[in-house]
């Protein structure tokens, strides 16, 4: 921008004395002024690109001092670094001999691998070892150690060569323990440990000491006992040997509770809470439910294994029990100076039974007494007495809670909820899991507990649904007549999905019970003595079905008090409207035209059961059916006996009531609608009776099976008219 140059000396204001020089004056401050406008305007035009240029120079200033700090930052670390490379300097001489170790102990573990110089070769390895990780796993060992021969970084090295070396001391440890070569086993026993490997030497130990389990000794020692001793020789040597499986299982009993947590877990199932199967007012919301208690996962998990435990424990006493008795029969007075034994005494002292128990076998054979005085079956007893029995019925609660709360209804025809299905796919679980224990005790205790269990918590929960249903707090004659209607139809259906639920649940009970005794697991599980007793018990829980039925016939009956029974009192009134069978022959050819009686009868009934037959479970619409025809007939004889009869009429009568029986006999698939309708056929047979012939006489002589009293027949009799 050109800047105006300097103005002349201008004369004073005061010596300006004609127009013209004033003019003159005038004109030179204007051209001053009007160029003073233009380098202000050009000042001011260019001024924002100087403000943007200074603010980007100001948003540069924080960027530079991080700049500096981090060099200052940069600077240290140089510093640290330099000394730290002065420090290592002198220690790299050092790791060069430790890396030269490392190489050759790597090279001398793959020769003597060759030679099959196992101890040699394990020292090599422990030797290797021993170098501190962080030198071994180090960036420079990484970078010097690995040759053409061995490529790998030294921790990957030095790991393949104990991951071979644990191969071939297991394969050589199950030689030798199936070799039965006590000299070798130890041997590699103990190369497990000096390379690392201490977890999979005991684990090998482990399944060399399970194979010398106590049914194995029995099986193969007692042959050479027997023969060197004599028979029955064999139980005090057995008795030896329970002594210390007491002391395994207890120790194996003390370590599993404490990994478990199970005092824990047996606190945390205290004073359950069960949102959906508490009361109402006791209920405190779903996020209560699901808080409180352990994870039923966790508890399934730990169920199951004492479950095995315990069936462990029962298939073990149950070989000793059949082969130890083979060996008493043979010998029973030497097999009864053992049970004597000094060992078995120590035994049966040392051993408390648990005060819950019954004793399954008399105790008057030796083995049995033996058997049933070991610690290990007061521990199993004390075990499922303890853990077994409350966590499953907690187990089980917990299950029957959660089908309720998260109940949906599914797409089955007729309609249901998923609870009868999910309920009954655990108790599947619950008592295939039961019989594995092998304890007829347990087996008497919890068929009970399951018992009651779902007579509360099943069946009991779902008359609590039905009961809210139509409870009086429920119904409220609120809203439009549409409105009443479609609630009336809601509610009605729910009932009856209940009541569906409950003949499921029925259903399901029967079937599971009836499968369970079919299947081989009560005998392969239970000894011979148990088997009877085991099946008694899980027959019981058959009687869960008379309790669902009960339930149900009350549901039924409350759904049709509730629905149908203000129906039924007017139908037959309806029905009978301007109906007379007062009949001669004109009458009577038009009421055999109009054929009202059964007609209205058909249009009133189709009204009643209307959604019913498509709702109802089969044996559910059975029940409701019934009641309704036990309901419908009561009122219909006390109408006929109020009317009075022709031979006309009285044919028309039976010809109205036997088609109304047919029809209702096509609404089932069961056959017992005739049945209920018998007072009726026999009120027709007497009015059909000729009026010549006595009714006292007929009633005696005829040989039907009368409902009717005598009195009665004499009543229907006289409505007759000639």
Not at 661 to 673: C, E, I, K
Request: negative net charge; hydrophobic residues 40%.
């Amino acid at each position: 921008m050109a800047n105006p140059s300097p103005p002349a000396t201008r004369p004073s204001a005061r010596t300006l004395t004609t127009l013209p020089a004033i003019l003159t004056s005038l004109s030179e401050i204007e051209a001053l002024e009007s160029s003073l406008s233009a380098s202000l305007s050009n000042l001011l035009a260019s001024q924002q690109p100087i403000i943007d240029s200074l603010t980007r120079l100001q948003s540069l200033v924080p960027h530079v001092d991080e700049l500096t700090v981090d060099a200052n930052l940069l600077a240290d670390k140089v510093g640290a670094t330099a000394q730290t490379a002065t420090r290592v300097g002198g220690r790299v001489r050092a790791l060069d001999e430790e890396m030269r170790r490392v190489k050759e102990a790597s090279e001398r573990v793959a020769a003597v691998t060759e030679l099959k110089d196992w101890e040699t070769a394990t020292r090599h390895c422990a030797r290797a070892m021993a170098v501190p990780p962080e030198i071994i796993k180090g960036p420079f060992a990484e970078s010097v150690v690995p040759t053409p021969d061995l490529p790998l970084p030294p921790s990957e090295t030095l790991q393949e060569a104990r991951e071979k070396l644990l191969r071939i001391f297991r394969v050589e440890f199950d030689k030798a323990s199936q070799a039965r070569d006590s000299a070798n086993t130890s041997r590699f026993f103990k190369l497990f440990p000096a390379i690392g490997w201490e977890k999979e030497g005991l684990e090998a130990y482990s399944g060399f000491v399970v194979d010398l389990s106590i049914a194995l000794i029995v099986d193969q020692h007692q042959p050479v006992v027997e023969k060197y001793y004599g028979s029955g020789k064999m139980l005090s040597v057995v008795a030896r040997l329970l002594q210390e499986c007491d002391r395994v299982v207890g120790g194996l009993i003390e370590s599993w509770e404490e990994e478990r947590q199970m005092q824990r877990k047996i606190q945390d199932i205290q004073n359950p809470y069960f949102s959906a199967l508490a009361p109402q007012p006791q209920r405190r919301g779903t996020q209560a439910t699901e808080e409180d208690g352990p994870d039923s996962r966790e508890v399934d998990k730990v169920l199951t294994e004492v479950a095995g435990l315990a069936g462990r424990w029962a298939l073990f006493r149950r070989f000793l029990t059949e082969r130890l008795k083979d060996d008493h029969e043979s010998n029973p007075q030497s097999a009864e100076g053992s049970a004597d034994d000094d060992d078995v005494d120590k035994t049966t002292e040392a051993k408390t039974e648990p005060a819950d128990t019954t004793k399954l076998e008399t105790k008057t054979s030796p083995e049995v007494e033996l058997i049933e005085s070991s610690g290990c079956r007061s521990m199993v007893a004390q075990l499922i007495s303890t853990y077994y029995i409350p966590l499953e019925t907690w187990y089980l609660r917990s299950v029957i809670d959660k089908a309720h709360r998260v109940s949906t209804p599914d797409s089955s025809e007729p309609p249901q909820t998923t609870t009868p299905d999910d309920v009954f796919y655990i108790l599947k679980l619950v008592i295939s899991r039961l019989l594995t224990t092998g304890s007829a005790e347990c087996v008497d205790r919890m068929t009970g507990v399951i018992g009651g269990i779902l007579e509360r918590d099943l069946a009991g929960v779902i008359r609590r649904k039905m009961e809210d249903i139509y409870s009086p707090s429920a119904q409220t004659a609120r809203g439009t007549a549409a409105q009443r209607e479609k609630t009336e139809r809601e509610n009605r259906n729910a009932f009856i999905i209940q009541l569906n639920d409950l003949d499921v649940s029925s259903a399901h009970m029967e079937t599971l019970i009836k499968n369970v005794l079919a299947s081989p697991q009560i005998q392969q599980n239970f000894l011979d003595a148990d088997v009877a007793p085991t099946q008694k018990h899980v027959s019981s829980m058959l009687k869960l079905t008379s309790k669902f039925q009960s339930v149900l016939k009350w549901g039924v009956e409350q759904l049709f008090n509730q629905l149908a029974r203000p129906k039924l009192r007017s139908l037959v009134v309806e029905v009978y409207k301007d109906v007379s069978y007062m009949l001669d022959d004109d009458s009577y050819a038009s009421a055999e035209y109009q054929d009202v009686v059964r007609k209205r009868f058909v249009k009133a009934w189709d009204g009643l059961v209307d959604g019913f037959k498509e709702t109802f479970t089969e044996r559910n619409y059975r029940a409701f059916f019934s009641l309704a025809v036990e309901v419908l007939v009561r009122p219909w004889e006390k109408h006929i006996l109020s009317m009075r009869f022709t031979e006309l009429g009285a044919i028309r009568f039976d010809k109205d009531l036997r088609s109304i029986t047919a029809y209702l006999s096509t609404q089932t698939a069961f056959g017992d609608t005739r049945e209920k309708f018998l007072r009726l056929q026999q009120i027709s047979t007497i009015l059909n009776l000729d009026l010549e012939e006595d009714p006292d006489e007929f009633y005696s002589s005829s040989g039907i099976s009368w409902k009717l009293s005598q009195n009665e027949a004499r009543v229907v009799a006289s409505l007759r008219v000639s």
